[in-house]
T-cell receptor
Framework: GAVVSQHPSRVICKSGTSVKIECRSL??????MFWYRQFPKQSLMLMAT?????????EQGVEKDKFLINHASLTLSTLTVTSAHPEDSSFYIC????????????FGDGTRLSIL | SQQGEEDPQALSIQEGENATMNCSYK?????LQWYRQNSGRGLVHLIL?????REKHSGRLRVTLDTSKKSSSLLITASRAADTASYFC????????FGTGTSLTVIP
């Protein structure tokens, strides 16, 4: 099946640091990548939808200046959590999707972000 | 916003028993997918059912879809301890939205 690589898998850093998370689709070209946030024992909350070559679409309540998304190519999207604070600690998951393919999303393994 | 809701929220069964999880959604869809998530990991796609399909099988998995009721069910037969995980349904549209998930525990 399709493989999506998400890196890093775990980050621990000090408050105020900016953290970049990469999401790569390894064996298909993703027209769309999604970024999700998941709190313990809860579902995935869609943060933003990233289409290659265009600006990301953010869900209501998600600060676009806080969570910068870049989708520079059909195989790479990045999420940068800027000036991270303890409340940003969470599990972030990306997925890659090819529109009109009637195929499912393929997920990365997630990034556990802990801000001290 | 979440499109789907699964029930039950938690399910605990003995190994060998069948597990049934349900998902309800709100708007029209092109397809519905079921995913599995082991604790602290990403989601693994299990099965996709298109809006014009009513039932689909994959190994020990059976999925049904009732578009008139906007609901789907996932049946895992002959459960194993390794099936312990959270299960989510997701619907497409312009975006994907996940349900709240069912936490399944299979007791050996």
């Amino acid at each position: 099946g399709a493989v999506v690589s998400q890196h890093p898998s775990r980050v621990i850093c000090k408050s105020g640091t900016s953290v970049k998370i990469e999401c790569r689709s390894l064996d298909f070209q993703a027209t769309t990548m999604f970024w999700y946030r998941q709190f313990p024992k809860q579902s995935l909350m869609l943060m933003a939808t990233s289409n290659e070559g265009s600006k990301a679409t953010y869900e209501q309540g998600v600060e676009k200046d806080k969570f910068l998304i870049n989708h520079a190519s059909l195989t790479l999207s990045t999420l940068t959590v800027t000036s991270a604070h303890p409340e940003d600690s969470s599990f972030y998951i990306c997925s890659a999707y090819r529109k009109s393919s009637n195929q499912p999303q393929h997920f990365g393994d997630g990034t556990r972000l802990s801000i001290l | 916003s979440q499109q789907g809701e699964e029930d039950p929220q938690a399910l605990s069964i003995q190994e060998g028993e069948n597990a049934t999880m349900n998902c309800s959604y709100k708007t029209s869809i092109n397809n519905l997918q079921w995913y599995r998530q082991n604790s602290g990991r990403g989601l693994v796609h299990l099965i996709l059912i298109r809006s014009n399909e009513r039932e689909k099988h994959s190994g020990r998995l059976r999925v049904t879809l009732d578009t008139s009721k906007k609901s789907s069910s996932l049946l895992i037969t002959a459960s194993r301890a390794a099936d312990t995980a959270s299960y989510f349904c997701a619907t497409d549209g312009n975006q994907f939205y996940f349900g709240t998930g069912t936490s399944l525990t299979v007791i050996p």
